[in-house]
């Protein structure tokens, strides 16, 4: 970096963060190190009953990825081979590929226009006999419209699985996601909300039968040691991880608050940009806001913004540029079960994945660089 220049300034920096909280995350780790309970030990539990505590769920189940999480809690929701979950084409891949590995069928519908989560009415136009779950993603922080989504779910007698990987600490009408399907899905991978710095999930759930199925689920299928009832997973929380989150829980809702301020300030300062529209704030919950992600007018105006945040050192990103419906991995192939299925066209998925793109988001953003965020989109526009 020539002198002068001004330092970049990424999606998200960790580095900013891990002072504040070193000392206390150093020693837990130093008395796990003397302690020597590494599989489902004291840590684990203990921020097992944190989490179900701030959730206001009766269990929390650690697990070893978010990715584990869906999994487990689709199985233990009675999901089976030939079953079909709807599910949104506009999220990481996870989240259609937890179907698939229990040989259920994605069935994608389409998302709202301003949230970018499933839209009722589309899933409500996909529902068929072969229906056994609505999947949710509280996407990018927003809490999904869980209201007519669980209407739809008790109307057709379909299990609600959360998928809750971008959303912890968000909220609807005072209940934390997580805590209204019948399992909420969490993933602490390190750029989350609430992240580790390693791989790590969580499934919470009110249901003590299914709490008690992922907790075999995830340890190979036992309830007894060397007992397996069933074949199961190796799937359980690192001790060291949960060493860390464990400490971060303490912080997150002054983490979430801090990225609601930044985002508030972003929408503030860029409202009135031509061309750009900023994230919208659900009425029916509050963001924690995982990503701050606008839209622009099309495909090339967005590449531009880019370039000229590039060009300033400035990082963003493009969440999601390919929809699920449209991947690879989802095209069913000549004499092959569906691998998916969805409507021939998923309109406002596709216009979203063409013209949306996020700016850098965490706690830690100085008011400064967050300055220059703006005005280089300011410049621009």
Known sequence: MSQGQPSAIPMVDLTAQYPLIREAIERGLQGALDEAKFILGPNVQAFEAEVAEYLGASHAIGVASGTDALHLALLAAGVRAGDEVITTPFSFISTAEAIRYIDAIPVFADIDPHTFNLDPQSVASVITPSTRAILPVHLFGQPANMPALQALANDHALALVED?????GAQVEGIKTGGMGITGAFSF?????????GDGGMVSTNDPALAAEINALRNHGSRERYYHYRIGYNSRLD???AVILREKLAHIDGFNQARRALAHRYTQALSAVPGITPPHEDRIGEHVYHQYTLLAEDERHRDALMGHLAAQQIASAVYYPVPLHQQEAFQ??????????????LPVAESVAKRCFSLPMYPELSEPDAERVINAIQSLG
């Open 239 to 241: 001790e060291l991880q």
């Open 164 to 168: 809750c990987a971008q959303s912890f």
């Open 189 to 197: 991978f390190p750029s989350k909300n609430l992240g580790g710095y």
């Open 332 to 345: 069913t192939k000549a004499d092959e079960a569906p691998r998916s299925k969805s409507p021939a066209s």
